[in-house]
């Protein structure tokens, strides 16, 4: 295992523990955010290619 | 406004073409970053680091393009831009300080982040933030009093200083971030993930060299800034390099996850969640602060506003047809009298000879004062440079380099201070610390000036005058007022041969000013060195 030098075990298996688990339960709200984000990038950076002229 | 009419009013062909390589390579980067956002989201959206990175890449890749600079001039769009680059600015050092484990190292970093969100919201605020001159403290409006008729010039340097200190934070937050990453691989990372991000860990880095080795000259360099033959070299040669740089993050990032197996590993995320949330709230407030100083600081004129006034022209030529405006009071036209400049041979020598008696009187009057007040000075310094030339030539560049450059970073540094003072609402005492910064600055530049401008020239007149002296009329070479007065006129003989005058004229400002800076050096040492016996 690469993930090494662990200060405070307990507490950071129990945050890392957690995020898993908020991404991993909400996986697909967290995929409409993102996807949501990707679109507006894209979007705007889209926008932007004409303004450019 | 668009970027062509920027630079030309009459575009031709070939500013087409560049703007067109532009576009090209910007469309070519986002693509790149896109996809490789993308794929890593698409692979492992269970894990914070990389939902953390897959965002950034996106944001940044789109933040860069100089396509969202001119889109963000638009009013209804300069939200959406907004957001993309505040988000892609901070995510991207987030990146740098927590890559690959989600710790932040050093922990200084962490400190850094929080400086660095809160200086973009500053950034982003600044530009609604407008002060008055009545707001001004008094030695500030008399300030602006003296220098309202550069108004022009003065809004040219605000806008450079704005944009070089931009440049110089953003390279220095980002320094710090090549930094972090680099003492993480070093001192930080275990050999299994040395090998999984040595490729990122590269790619970021030329990506940073990539984006501020083009950016910054075209932005800081007056020349590459305006149409020309340089500009376009520029952008021919270094867009296409500085995109290739610049396409090594997402490559390496992609091909380390795919081939290296990185995060395939179980990794440790501590703090990703808890600076994530820290993100988002700051990048509320951010919007909540631009938001609400627009509502304030905005000036609305309403659609049956009339005007009653008496409007004045005064114009050289005949514009009467011009004039458009039917304010209530009328218009009075004037033709203005200026007289023709003059042009002849005559009128140039007179104005050429009357540049140097004044220069001469200039001299004369301060070197009678120094003699009088502190003759073992001048007399020292020029001791100094005549024992010591070269090195005192070599200190007075470094002196004369170093000194504008600490000046313009003090200036940044007070800018910034203020900035940041204004955002957190305490408005006074970010006017108190303009206000007694730049009188400071003024005070020390002015003097750093008179010293540069008159000082060093006193002390090789002086070591002129005294060598003459010497030879000639050796008796009277304690006299140190015929001394140095014999010594300027000598001086500003050569001075106003053409083109050597100006050379004498460097050399004179550089060994002089060394000269005093060897001097001042040895005497503090020599003060140490009786202060420390033994």
Known sequence: MASSRISKPGGREFVHRLSSLFLRRHAWFVRIVWGALFLFTLVVFTVSVPFFF | M??????????????YYLVWHTIVLSIITMLAYAVAAGAIFWHRSDDWMAVLISTALLMTGAAASPTLEILGRQPAWFWPVAVVQGLGLVLV????????????VPRWSRSLALLWIGWLVAWAVMPSLTVEKGDLPLALRYLSF???SLTHTLDAVRYYLRISS??????????????????RFEYVSTPIQRQQTKWVVFGL?????????????????????????????FILIGEP???????????SMGLSMLRRRLWVIDPIIQSTLVYGTLTGGLALIYLGGVFLFQLLFRTDVQEDAADFGLLLYVSAVEQVEAIQAAPGGGVVYQMSEEPAERTDFAWGAGQWLLTRVRDLITLLVIGALVVWRMPAVLRRTADTARARPLASAGRGVVLLVGGWLGALALAVLIVVVGIMLGVITLGQLSLATLGVGFSGLTLALFLFWLLGAYGSKLVVSYLVGDWLFRRILPRYADRHVWVLGVGILFYMGARSIPVLGWLVGLAATLVGLGAGWLLYRETRQGAVELAQPG
């Open chain 2, 2 to 15: 668009n970027a062509l009419r920027q630079i030309d009013p009459v575009p031709s062909l070939f500013d």
């Open chain 2, 93 to 104: 050092l987030f990146v740098f300080y927590l890559f690959p484990d989600g710790r932040f």
């Open chain 2, 146 to 148: 003296l220098v309202s």
């Open chain 2, 166 to 183: 931009l440049l110089l934070v953003m390279l220095g937050w980002f320094g710090s971030g090549v930094f972090a990453q680099i003492y």
């Open chain 2, 205 to 233: 880095i030329l990506g940073v060299v990539g984006y501020f080795a083009y950016r910054g000259p075209l932005l800081l360099f007056p020349g590459l800034a305006h149409r020309g033959t340089p500009r376009t070299l």
């Open chain 2, 241 to 251: 390099i500085s995109i290739l740089l610049m396409l090594l993050p997402p490559l």
